[in-house]
Structures are given as C-alpha cells and as structure tokens.
C-alpha cells in the first residue's frame, strides 16, 4: 500500500500497539509506554499500513466504512479517508503461527477469488444495465410515437366533431329559412 501522508494514530491504536505487540498487560504500563514511545508507536504503525495490503474497504459489522489493511497477520482498520488509525490487532486463531499463516493465505486466495466474482458480476450488470436502457429508451421513443399518434387523432376527432356541428347549424339554418318561407306564403305573422 502507498505510504499516507500524516497518518494519525488514535489514542485506542496507541493503546492497543502497547498492549497487543509490546505485550503490555496493565492500564498503567499500557499508558505509560504510549506516553514514553509515542513517536515509535506512530513509525512503527505507520510502516506497518505502508507496506501492508488493503483487502477491504467497506463496512462489516461496523456502522461507517473503513479499510482493512493486512500486514502479516496483523490487521489495520482506517477511516475512510484512510488518514486515521482506528484500531489493529493480531489475527490469532490459537492454534499456533504457521496455522494462522495458513489460515490468512487460503482467506486470502478466497477473498481474491470473491473480489473476481465480483468484479466479474458488476461487468455483467453493466452490460445488462446498458442492455435494459437501450430497451427502455426503445420503449420511450415507441410511447412517445403512440403520444403524437394519439394527439393526431385526437386532432382528427375534434376537426369531425366541428365538421358535425357546423353540419347542424346549416341545417338548424336551412330550416330556419324554410319556415320563414312558409310563413311568408300563408302570411303568417308573430302577433
């Protein structure tokens, strides 16, 4: 992993370095070594997310993504801005080094094996993805041909309904003139 500039170390990393790699078992000889080895504690972390390798960057069981830094068979939490230090510990199955060694190498090829499915799988949902989009916007354009056809025939429809109407009035008015006419002849007047 790339060095990170001014990596901070939280006081719970400080303490967990004393206790867990220095071998300190008191609150007080844990506290006293992180105040008397605070610079060393800071290089020695420090190298240790350097040259270490990320297998994860997500969230677990905690609530906030963070990476996961492995460097033998220690692990290094960051922050997501991977600038702080928020915890590390030893992975330590009890069964011995060479068991834990072996335990990291088969997770490992594991986890390398999930992250090809994975990156395998999201390349599949991409071109799914960029499949059903064609398809939905094949499926807006024929919508929006059905719109303006549509709209055209209900055009069509008003322009007849208009037609009709005017029909009416020609005839309302051609039997208008017709009564006129008869009264005209048998001179018929309003009173």
């Known amino acids: 992993m790339a060095e990170i500039e001014e990596l901070i170390i939280t006081q719970h990393a400080k303490e967990r370095y004393a206790e ?3 071998g300190k078992q008191e609150v007080r000889d844990i506290n006293i070594y992180v105040l008397e080895e605070e610079e060393k504690i800071k290089s020695d972390i420090s190298k ?12 677990l ?3 906030n993504s963070t ?8 692990v290094i939490i960051l922050d997501k801005s991977k600038r702080k230090v928020i915890t590390l510990y030893k992975i330590d199955l009890g069964l011995g080094e060479e068991f834990n060694k072996t335990f990291i190498k088969k997770s490992k090829e594991k986890i390398d094996e999930m992250k090809h499915c994975l990156l395998a799988a999201e390349e ?3 071109k799914e993805e960029d499949y059903l989009e064609e398809q939905i916007q094949d499926v807006v354009s024929m919508i929006n041909k059905k719109k303006t056809e549509i709209k055209n025939l209900e055009e069509l429809e008003k322009n007849y309904r208009d037609t009709k109407k005017s029909l009416m009035i020609k005839k309302v008015q051609y039997e208008d003139n017709l009564k006129d006419s008869v009264a005209s002849l ?3 007047k309003e009173f």
């Open 20 to 22: 867990r790699i220095m």
């Open 48 to 59: 240790m997310v350097e040259y270490g390798e990320e297998i994860y960057f997500g969230n």
């Open 61 to 63: 069981k905690e609530k």
């Open 186 to 188: 048998i001179c018929k």
């Open 67 to 74: 990476y996961f830094i492995l460097n033998g068979t220690w």
């Open 124 to 126: 599949e949902m991409r």
